[in-house]
Nanobody, 126 residues
Framework: QVQSVESGGGLVQAGGSLRLSCAAS????????MGWFRHFPRKEREFVVS????????YYADSVKGRFTISRDKAKNLVYLQMNSLKPEDTAVYYCAVAPIGGRKPANNGQEFNYWGQGTQVTVSS
């Protein structure tokens, strides 16, 4: 059973930083991609960033480019999302997800991701 468990969310002031972690388990992830999505209240889920497990190829949403950085630790099956220069509009529940898409760019709606974590709340105060 594939699982992804997020941690690291919290409350931070605008301009601050947080690092989210995602612990993935249940299979080897060769050929897979790990992604971060976020869900705003009363809005559709939004793609944030993804990384290919094998190659490390990354794709970022324009809204986070230059501020967020995704990385992975293959030995520990961990994925990180370093979030800098946070803005109040980054406030959302952040989800880690797994997709069998290798290094391909994922669809923004996340429909290719078939394993999701429970989410972690990120709140940025102004």
């Amino acid at each position: 059973q594939v699982q992804s468990v997020e941690s690291g969310g919290g409350l931070v002031q605008a301009g601050g930083s947080l690092r989210l972690s995602c612990a993935a388990s249940g299979r080897t992830f060769s050929g897979y991609a790990m992604g971060w999505f976020r869900h705003f209240p009363r809005k559709e889920r939004e793609f944030v960033v993804s990384i290919s497990w094998n190659s490390g190829t990354t794709y970022y949403a324009d809204s986070v480019k230059g501020r967020f950085t995704i990385s992975r630790d293959k030995a520990k099956n961990l994925v990180y999302l370093q979030m800098n220069s946070l803005k109040p509009e980054d406030t959302a529940v952040y989800y880690c997800a797994v997709a069998p898409i290798g290094g391909r760019k994922p669809a923004n709606n996340g429909q290719e991701f078939n394993y999701w974590g429970q989410g972690t709340q990120v709140t940025v105060s102004s």
